[in-house]
């Protein structure tokens, strides 16, 4: 009897298979198991899986979609406030640079009013009479020097005031003019003073000109003399080291004086100061 080739059949991992083959081929190791024929024909299931090699895994941030909105209105001549595609938040963007124009054009007008009004109209200063001494003068007979010493307080928070020289003063009693002079210069420089020294000069006048009173207190009488003290000086306005305009300064006092002798007692006084321009 012949002997019969088996051809090996490699292992395999369905039961199901195994035990087809071992039927088909009749091993006398394995029982014979009858497989249903649908289940020897089952298709298997199958999955295909398409992997892109561009494909991006990440979701971009909301604001790129605003960005790109922007790039595109631009593009299409729709980035203003008036184009159809330009509204939205593009619109929104130009009203805030509108009204931030608006604020800063509010700012700068505001500011150059309250300077106009700090630098250009300051309030003037107020003037003291300190001091009043009346003597003869030593090189000319019958001339009397009436030697006033002011003190001037500026009330301005923000400017300062600078006195030049070349400022005017005369002395009156009841419309005479009894003595006239220049305001020296401030002790402390000019730079917002505040110590003044003017020295008038008069003349006697006899044969009935010279007023009574004034007459009596040269003589050294106690009795009240009024006079009338006028100063015309200019003041330019500072702000730091910066000057600005220049006022001329009208400074009126009137002053009640006991005697006009070398020590005069001021009784009482009335100083008003203002801006000419």
């Not at 497989?35 to 899986?49: G, N």
């Not at 595109?72 to 130009?94: F, I, L, Y």
């Not at 030593?138 to 003190?151: E, G, K, N, P």
């Not at 002395?171 to 020295?199: Q, R, S, Y």
Request: charged residues 20%; aromatic residues 6%.
């Amino acid at each position: 009897m012949a002997e019969r080739a088996l051809t090996p059949v490699p292992a395999s991992p369905d039961p199901a298979f195994s035990s087809a083959v071992s039927t088909a081929f009749g091993s006398p190791l394995d029982p014979v198991v009858t497989v249903p024929a649908a289940r020897l024909h089952q298709p298997r299931d199958t999955y295909v899986v398409h992997v892109q090699k561009d494909q991006i895994y990440r979701v971009p941030p909301p604001e790129n979609a605003y960005l790109a909105e922007r790039y595109r209105a631009g593009r299409g001549g729709g980035g203003g406030c008036g184009g159809g595609k330009g509204k939205g938040p593009t619109c929104s963007a130009c009203v805030l640079r509108a009204l931030g124009a608006v604020l800063a054009v509010t700012l700068l007008l505001g500011a150059a009013a309250a300077l106009s009004s700090v630098v250009l109209r300051p309030d003037a200063p107020s003037f003291i009479v300190d001091k009043l001494s009346v003597h003869k003068n030593a090189s000319r007979q019958q001339h009397m020097d009436y030697d006033f010493f002011l003190t001037a307080i500026n009330p301005n928070k923000v400017t300062a005031l600078w006195y030049k020289d070349g400022g005017t003063a005369k002395l009156l009693h009841k419309g005479t003019i009894l003595a006239k002079g220049d305001v020296g210069e401030p002790e402390d420089g000019g730079e917002d003073a505040t110590e003044f020294n003017v020295l008038l000069h008069g003349r006697l006048q006899h044969g009935g000109r010279t007023p009574k009173a004034v007459e009596k207190g040269l003589q050294g009488s106690k009795d009240v003399v009024a006079l009338d003290l006028s100063v015309e000086i200019a003041v330019q306005v500072h702000v730091g080291a910066l000057g600005f305009a220049r006022k001329s300064l009208a400074v009126a006092c009137e002053i009640s004086a006991a005697g006009l002798r070398k020590d005069v007692h001021i009784s009482s006084q009335t100083c008003k100061s203002s801006f000419a321009n």
